[in-house]
C-alpha cells in the first residue's frame, strides 16, 4: 500500500521555518474589513481609533490570515509529497495575546506539529495540524494560529 | 459601541444573531484582502471539476463572520483570547449564512473575567456548518 504519511512529511514535523515579514498598512487592513462587511471603526477610523485605549487603528482578529507565507504553506503542506492530493480545509483556531496595530512589522513562522490518517466517507484522509506563530516588532508572541488542512 | 460587562453575561444566554448573505463579488474582495486565490472560490468550471456543485465561501471569511458576531456582541473593551472552529459543511455564495452562539460558562481565572461561547454558522437549512468555541475576557463594573 503507497504510504501516506510521507518521508518528506514527517521529516518536516516539529521543524519551525524561517520567519517572513509583513509591515502592517491600515490600507490593507481597512480593505479586509470590507471584505469581511464589518463597518466597526476601529478597523478604518483613525481619529476614533486615537481615543480608545488601542490608540490606534487595530486589525480584526482574523487578519492573521493576510499575513501568511503562502509559499511556506504549498510547499509544506498543500503540496507536500502524498498520494493525496485534494485539499480542504479542515478548521482554524487563534489564540490572540494582543491586537495587531496599523505600522506592525509582524514575523510569521510556520510548524507541522501532527500527521494523522483517518477513515472517511471519501476514504483515508490525511490531517496536517500545523501552527503559526505571529511576533511583532518587539519581538512579543501577539497570536497563534492551530489549522488542520485536510488531504483526501 | 456597545460595551458588554461580565456581570451582563448569564451561561445559557444567546448572543446576538449575525446574518450574512456573502456574495461572488464579496468572495472576490476577500480573495485580495486576504490572498486567498484558491479558484474554487471564484471560477464556476474550475469548482466544478473537483467536484464541487459550484463556488464555495472561504472557510476564513465564514470564521471572519463569526468573528465580528463576537466583536460586535462584546464591544471594544472586551478581547477575543482564543477562538477556534471546523468547517464541516459548505456555504454558497447568494445563500444566508447565520452567525450563532451560546453562552457556556463563565468563570475568573488569573485576576481575569472570562466566558467560554458555543459558536456556530447555519446554512439556509438550519444546519450547523461551522461549529466552533470562543473564549472572551470581559470589564468588569467592580473593578
Redesign the interface.
Known sequence: MEEIITEEIKKRIGVESEPVYFDVEKG?IR??A?????P???YRDEKYARK???GTIIA???FV??L?D?EWARQNIFEVECPLK?V?????????YEPIRAGDRISVTYKLVDATVREGKVGKMLFLIYEAYYRNQFGDLVAKV?N?LIRY | ?AKLYFEDVKEGMEIPVLK?HPTTR?LV??A?????FYEIHYDKDFAQG?GLPGVIVH???T???L??MI??WIG??G?????????RGMHFPCQELVCKGVVKRKYKENGENLVECEIWAENPKGEKTTP?TCIVALPSRET
Open positions: 490593507h480593505r479586509f470590507d471584505a469581511i462587511g464589518d466597526n471603526p476601529l480608545t485605549k488601542y480584526p482578529p482574523t490570515t493576510a501568511t503562502r485534494r480542504l480545509n479542515g478548521g482554524n483556531e487563534i489564540e490572540l492551530r488542520t | 459601541m450574512k464579496q474582495m476577500w485580495g484582502a486576504s490572498g486567498d473537483t472557510g476564513w471569511l470564521f471572519s463572520f468573528n465580528q466583536t460586535d471594544e473593551d478581547r477575543i483570547k482564543k477562538i477556534g472552529v471546523s468547517y466552533g
